[in-house]
C-alpha cells in the first residue's frame, strides 16, 4: 500500500469524524444541558469526549511530515500509537460516562486504520487543505489560537486547523488582518484577506458564502 494514501485516509476520516459530534450535539434540546441549565445530560457528556479525542489523534497525525512517511506497516503503527495515546484535554478519565466514550472512539479509529492497512487496493483523494494553503499564500509562518475557555497557542501553519471543540475559537495572527472563527454550531467563518485567497484555491468556496 502507498503510505500516501493511508496517510490521506486517516487525515479524511479524522477530519470528517469530528464533525459528527458537533451534529449531535447541536441537535440536543438545550444544547445538552439539563433541567437546572448548569448542567449536561448524560448524552451531552458522552458527546464531549469524542471531540477531544479525534482533535488529539488528528494532531499527531498531522505531525506525520507527509513528504516523509514511513513504509505503510509503520505508519500503521504510528496511527494505532496515536489513537492509544493521544487524549483530550478537558475529558476526566474518572467519570465513566466521559471515560467510556473516549474509549470507543479510540477503538473506532484503531479498527478503521486496521481495516485501512488490511485492503490491498486502497483509494483515497488527496486532502485538500485550503486553508493552510491560502495562509502559506499570504506569507503566514504563525497562527494565533485563542479558546473560549483552556490554553491559547502560537502555532505552526501546518498544524493549524480551526475546529469546534468543545470551545469556541478564532484564529487569527499578529497581523489581525483575518479571521477564522469555530462556533458551537459546528461551523467555521472566514473573514478578512482571507477570504479573496480562498476563493483562489478553494474550488466552489462561493457556495458556501454567507449573505446577510
Do not use: C
Amino acid at each position: 500500500m502507498n503510505p500516501q494514501i493511508l496517510h490521506d485516509t486517516a487525515r479524511r476520516y479524522l477530519a470528517e469524524r469530528y464533525t459528527e459530534p458537533a451534529a449531535r450535539y447541536s441537535r440536543l434540546p438545550n444544547h445538552g444541558r439539563a433541567a437546572d441549565g448548569y448542567h449536561y445530560t448524560d448524552e451531552a457528556k458522552a458527546i464531549f469526549p469524542r471531540y477531544g479525542v479525534v482533535d488529539a489523534v488528528l494532531v499527531e497525525v498531522e505531525r506525520l511530515d507527509g513528504d516523509r512517511l514511513p513504509g505503510s506497516s509503520r505508519l500503521a503503527d504510528l496511527l494505532v500509537r496515536a489513537a492509544g495515546t493521544a487524549g483530550p484535554v478537558f475529558t476526566d478519565p474518572a467519570r465513566e460516562i466521559e471515560a467510556q466514550a473516549a474509549s470507543e472512539e479510540r477503538d473506532r479509529f484503531t479498527r478503521q486504520v486496521r481495516v485501512w492497512a488490511a485492503t490491498a487496493h486502497l483509494r483515497a483523494e488527496p486532502v485538500v487543505d485550503a486553508f493552510r494553503h491560502a495562509l502559506d499564500r499570504l506569507g503566514v509562518r504563525r497562527v494565533i489560537e485563542l479558546r473560549e475557555y483552556g490554553p491559547e497557542y502560537a502555532v505552526e501553519v501546518n498544524l493549524t486547523a480551526p475546529r469546534y471543540t468543545g470551545a469556541e475559537g478564532v484564529w487569527s495572527d499578529e497581523s489581525s488582518s483575518w479571521i477564522a472563527y469555530a462556533s458551537h454550531e459546528g461551523t467555521v467563518a472566514f473573514g478578512g484577506t482571507l477570504v479573496p485567497v480562498l476563493e483562489q484555491v478553494w474550488p466552489g468556496v462561493n457556495s458556501r458564502r454567507w449573505t446577510p
